[in-house]
């Protein structure tokens, strides 16, 4: 009907008796006499209007006995009074049972009398619950995985040789210009008796023998041939270490060469402000190495080429300034007299 018209307007819904509908008007009606209560309290709060797993069955299930024990029956033809008369009594009752609800809600009061959370519309919804419970799994004990740890695994195999630990090798580069060839065969001679030692130790403790002092270890390991370091042979190993450029890393060794193909070689005063945390004695005693051993280094002939072309550009620049310096000295006035010939395709910007 239209907007701002009086007269009462009677409304009827048609629906299937024993099906769904009826629930979906009764869920309906309990909704609206519901929200009629809570505003009248003013309690505005939004409540959850959306159907449960249980409830959502139920109506679906609702009226299939009927729907099933009519089957094979032959429809029968009703007056619609009747069925408009029966619908105004279901209409009622059901009226009078949303309104005793309302008042219930209404009137609810904290009287200290106790009553079961299970229990909803006459209907006491716990032994469900039981029975849900019943197909729950007890699950086993969640065990976290181990991680691998390398360095654990490393302690371990150290603790069972004995707690003894290779010597530590100083890490050496190209770039620091050691005697890599005589330090590789003193590391080796110290390697091979160290790892003639723990052999022995390990052997030994697996037959369950006693363990053998430092001195017996020493002869056994001489006659074995994998004697350890003379002290002859410590002494130039400390002095071969000192004779490189240990404190030069690989930043210190990409500056040096980049100042040297900006500035070239020879002016090592400009080369050492490039290279930072480095005196110009330092820097100077280095190029002199640099130059008589580049060969040793990996990649010498890229690096070599790198400097090269640097200075040769610097060289291309100081002819240039030569040229223009004798040009402009053979006239008097080089600002009027002086015409420069740009050749064909040149710019002149």
């Not at 009086?6 to 909704?31: L, N, P």
């Not at 105004?88 to 904290?110: P, V, W, Y």
């Not at 010498?300 to 550009?313: F, S, T, Y």
Request: hydrophobic share 35%; charged share 35%; net charge neutral.
């Amino acid at each position: 009907h239209r907007i701002g018209q009086t007269r009462e307007v009677a409304v009827y819904r048609f629906m299937i008796e024993g099906s769904v509908e009826e629930k979906i008007i009764e869920r309906a009606q309990r909704k609206l006499y519901l929200d009629a209560a809570i505003i009248q309290q003013g309690r505005l709060a939004e409540q959850s209007t959306s159907l449960s797993k249980e409830e959502m069955l139920g109506m679906i299930r609702f009226g299939a006995d009927a729907v099933f024990s009519a089957k094979g029956k032959e429809p029968t033809d009703e007056d619609i009074e009747q069925l408009l008369a029966r619908g105004e009594e279901r209409t009622r009752a059901d009226a009078e049972s949303l309104r005793q609800t309302t008042n219930n809600l209404a009137n609810f009061k904290l009287d200290g009398q106790e009553r079961s959370l299970y229990e909803y519309e006459g209907q006491d919804w716990s032994a469900g619950s039981a029975a849900a419970e019943q197909w729950c799994l007890s699950l086993p004990k969640r065990i976290t995985k181990q991680n691998y740890d390398e360095n654990e695994y490393y302690k371990n195999i150290a603790r069972e040789r004995g707690g003894m630990r290779m010597p530590k090798q100083t890490q050496i580069h190209d770039f620091q210009f050691f005697n890599s060839k005589r330090l590789g065969r003193l590391r080796d001679k110290e390697v091979a008796h160290w790892q003639w030692k723990q052999d022995r130790i390990l052997s030994r403790r697996a037959k369950e023998e006693a363990e053998e002092d430092e001195e017996t270890l020493l002869a056994r390991a001489i006659e074995a041939g994998s004697p350890p370091l003379t002290p002859e042979e410590e002494e130039e190993k400390q002095e071969l270490l000192r004779e490189g450029f240990s404190t030069w890393n690989k930043k210190d060794f990409n500056a040096f060469v980049k100042a040297c193909e900006r500035h070239g070689r020879q002016n090592l005063a400009a080369v050492a402000n490039e290279v930072e945390g480095k005196k110009a004695q330092e820097v100077a005693k280095y190029a002199s190495v640099f130059f008589l051993r580049y060969r040793e280094l990996r990649d010498c002939d890229k690096v070599m080429r790198r400097i090269e072309q640097g200075e040769a550009k610097i060289q291309r620049r100081i002819e240039i300034a030569n040229k223009l310096s004798k040009k402009v000295a053979s006239f008097k006035n080089p600002w009027v007299t002086l015409r420069i010939d740009y050749g064909h395709g040149a710019g002149r910007g």
